[in-house]
């Protein structure tokens, strides 16, 4: 029996979610969680010492772990606003999780049923954005009216046709922190709730932008998520096999480190191992 470094694993191809693990990004970790329901089957006998059970329906879940590629600090990152209902200046980092909602759709089989089967709903989307704050703008209050929101993460440099690569769309300030000391610089941190859809813009004639866009790169609404098939290779070369769809996909920006992009998902119907 050997034990492996993990240098031999990848993620081969994910059917209608291709962009959460090639092109724009590149794996470099997937955790499997596979589990099996029980049942307690515990009845009265003579004399009843200990609880029995048996095994019911599997079930899976996962976590790919992405960086961009080709591999960027978020030095480029932005965050800004249609208008100043909401404070912007000086943004220093953001993060995003966009969420998907699971229905358990698992039903009767001809021979029986051996694994969970699941369908992806509404997503939805959130997180925070820090900035250094300044005695020269006014800090706003969060629950103004919603607005658009756009939250860069690479920049395109502006020439011809390049369109910066971001993500926007309608959203509303839920919570406002901040403090002050006379030993570092006063720093304030937003968390955000989006309404509606996402939209995906970005084009420089090299990288590839996280989500699908427009023509020319412009903005494209991400109009949701479904399932396909995820083939994974473990690293003594056992391969995973499931349809599975994306349920969170969070995008960190910071400059003091690569930007990451964690997708965690859910496993429908028969997981093959091979």
Excluded at 44 to 66: D, N, Q, R, W
Excluded at 197 to 205: K, M, T
Excluded at 206 to 221: E, Y
Excluded at 246 to 253: K, L
């Amino acid at each position: 029996m050997a034990t492996t470094i993990p240098l031999a694993g990848e993620v081969t191809s994910w059917t209608n979610n291709s962009g959460l693990v090639s092109g724009a990004v590149k794996p470099s970790q997937i955790a499997w969680a596979i589990t099996a329901d029980e049942g307690d089957v515990t009845a009265f006998e003579s004399p009843t010492v200990a609880a029995e059970y048996i095994s019911g329906l599997k079930a899976a879940t996962g976590t790919i772990t992405t960086y961009l590629t080709p591999a960027t600090y978020g030095t480029e990152g932005l965050v800004t606003a249609a208008s100043s209902a909401n404070y912007t200046a000086n943004s220093k980092s953001w993060n995003m999780t966009i969420s998907i909602d699971e229905q358990d759709s698992t039903a009767f089989g001809a021979t029986g049923v051996e694994f969970r089967s699941f369908i992806p709903g509404l997503y939805r989307w959130n997180g925070q954005f820090v900035c250094n704050t300044d005695d020269s703008t006014a800090l706003t209050l969060p629950g103004q009216p919603k607005e658009t929101l756009t939250f860069k993460y690479i920049d395109a440099g502006g020439a011809g046709d390049d369109v910066d690569f971001a993500l926007s769309g309608s959203a509303f300030v839920q919570n406002l922190g901040t403090n002050s000391t006379p030993t570092a610089i006063a720093e304030s941190t937003f968390a955000f709730r989006g309404s509606g859809q996402l939209s995906s813009a970005g084009s420089d004639g090299s990288r590839t932008p996280l989500f699908p866009v427009g023509a020319n790169g412009v903005a494209q609404a991400i109009s949701g998520f479904s399932a396909g098939e995820l083939v994974t290779i473990l690293t003594d070369g056992t391969t995973l096999t499931a349809d599975a769809f994306p349920t969170s996909i969070a995008i960190t920006v910071d400059p003091n480190s690569p930007i990451q992009v964690v997708t965690n998902f859910r496993a429908s119907g028969t997981i093959t191992v091979s």
